[in-house]
């Protein structure tokens, strides 16, 4: 039987001749191949070439990106490129491609502008966030480049179940409210992060680039402080309501008349579910089988629209809870701005 050399496959008597003679070397293919100290440098400062070309590149201050980390630049990068894609320079319907929404225009609004893609990534921020939540569009992004980075987590299902509604639906408005996050002196000087009330719709963008593709354009407005303690604050923003545990009002305190219209007596024996917005009331039933299934702790806040007596809509913090071995349910209502 003819054994064959392992190197060359020819046969054994063969086999001397291709192995490598005393004092030779390898053939250089067979060593693998190792990243030196200098290939290394040789890559990273050819990586940092081309960041520091994307950053002179990107539409802001020659002050602002000389304060941009690598991390901030790609964020920035990554925001201009999704914005140009939903809105191709050229195109009459983009805020983007032109220069920025003067000051003077965006000082009369009463929030800033936000617009999503379909998938809830950041597109665009207006330039007023910073006198809103103390944050820079730059410094916003460093926390994340989707809506959900930069809002409460305790909201997050209820935003993600706003956010397909309006998909499903295009040029329905929804709104929903959650706190966003701020700078620490923000937050030092008003105890917490904001609330702000997101209110928009997904449209449809009328370009050649992209005829079926949809953004969500927004308006984001400050309410009053969601605070986590029910009993600080003005208590003129608050009344009180004890609900038998399918929630049917059996009494309510009497401020209820300020804040949304009705008297005492119109809204015992009503249902609670009777007054709340149809888009909250997953989010409102969520709250209720916590509190009734959970007896003697408090459920996780909601905020939830109620309709007044005038048939128009009020913003309201509600805060329950089952005292253990009670059969009732009491809500505090803070009523916000």
């Not at 002050?63 to 980390?69: A, G, N, Q, T, V």
């Not at 929804?174 to 008003?190: I, Y």
């Not at 003129?236 to 049917?248: E, G, K, R």
Request: hydrophobic residues 40%; positive net charge.
């Amino acid at each position: 039987m003819t054994v064959f050399c392992s190197h060359c496959h020819r046969p054994l008597q063969a086999e001397m001749s291709c192995l490598p003679r005393r004092g030779e070397q390898a053939p250089a293919a067979s060593k693998p191949f190792r990243s030196t100290k200098s290939a290394s440098k040789a890559r990273r400062d050819q990586i940092n070439v081309e960041l520091q070309e994307l950053r002179s590149l990107l539409p802001i201050s020659a002050r602002e990106k000389e304060r941009l980390s690598y991390l901030h630049t790609m964020a920035l990068v990554c925001l201009r490129l999704r914005g140009a894609q939903l809105f191709p320079p050229g195109t009459h319907s983009t805020p983007l491609a032109g220069p920025a929404l003067g000051t003077e225009l965006l000082s009369l609004l009463p929030g800033f502008l936000l617009v999503l893609s379909a998938n809830g990534k950041l597109v665009y921020i207006s330039e007023n966030v910073a006198q809103i939540l103390g944050l820079s569009m730059v410094e916003l992004l460093a926390q994340g480049d989707t809506i959900f980075d930069i809002l409460d987590g305790r909201t997050h299902e209820d935003v993600h179940k706003k956010l397909l509604l309006a998909q499903e639906e295009p040029g329905r408005e929804v709104t929903f409210v959650s706190e966003m996050r701020t700078s620490k002196a923000f937050r030092l000087q008003h105890r917490g992060n904001r609330a702000v009330a997101v209110h928009g719709r997904f449209t449809a963008l009328r370009s050649p680039a992209c005829p079926t593709t949809t953004a969500f354009l927004a308006l984001c407005t400050p309410v009053a402080r969601l605070s986590a303690d029910s009993d600080a604050g003005s208590q003129d923003d608050l009344f009180q309501s004890t609900h038998i545990l399918d929630m049917t009002f059996t009494d309510v305190t009497e401020s209820v008349t300020y804040h949304l219209g009705y008297r005492r007596e119109e809204l015992i024996g009503q249902s609670w579910y009777s007054l709340l917005h149809p888009e909250d009331a997953d989010l409102a039933a969520a709250q209720h089988r916590a509190v009734a299934l959970g007896a003697g702790a408090t459920a996780g806040t909601a905020v939830l629209r109620v309709l007044r007596r005038d048939r128009t809509w009020a913003w309201l913090r509600v805060w329950a809870r089952r005292d253990s071995g009670a059969h009732y349910i009491a809500c505090t209502s803070r009523c916000l701005r």
